[in-house]
Nanobody, 129 residues
């Protein structure tokens, strides 16, 4: 079992930045999990945002955040982060940290949310115009 806890959400004006963090616990094998972020806006389906491979060498992003968001991980500290710059009102959503034992970062983008092994509780990000 892996427990994931997000932090760092909040309210920011358009063009601003936020950094989300996710702390993992419950497993000494955090480095064996692909990790990433999904988000869910009001009235919309949950969608993939970014993924990172077990070793952190490969990252994948959905097109709408490329060039603005950066995912990273620190396996020594069991954490994964999402730096979000130049935020837009359409980025407003609840952001979820995820971990999966079986898929790759690219696979995390392709599989449906129901297939992902572990989820955090989510953190709200609100971008005002």
């Amino acid at each position: 079992q892996v427990q994931l806890a997000e932090s760092g959400g909040g309210v920011v004006q358009a063009g601003g930045s936020l950094r989300l963090s996710c702390a993992a616990s419950g497993s000494e094998y955090f480095s064996s999990f692909t990790t990433g972020w999904f988000r869910q806006a009001p009235g919309k389906e949950r969608e993939f945002v970014a993924g990172i491979t077990r070793g952190g060498s490969v990252t994948v992003y959905t097109d709408s955040v490329k060039g603005r968001f950066t995912i990273s991980r620190d396996n020594a500290k069991n954490t994964v982060s999402l730096q979000m710059n130049n935020l837009k009102p359409e980025d407003t959503a609840v952001y979820f940290c995820v971990a999966d034992a079986a898929t790759s970062a690219a696979g995390l983008q392709k599989i449906g949310p129901a297939q992902v092994d572990y989820w955090g509780q989510g953190t709200q990000v609100t971008v005002s115009s």
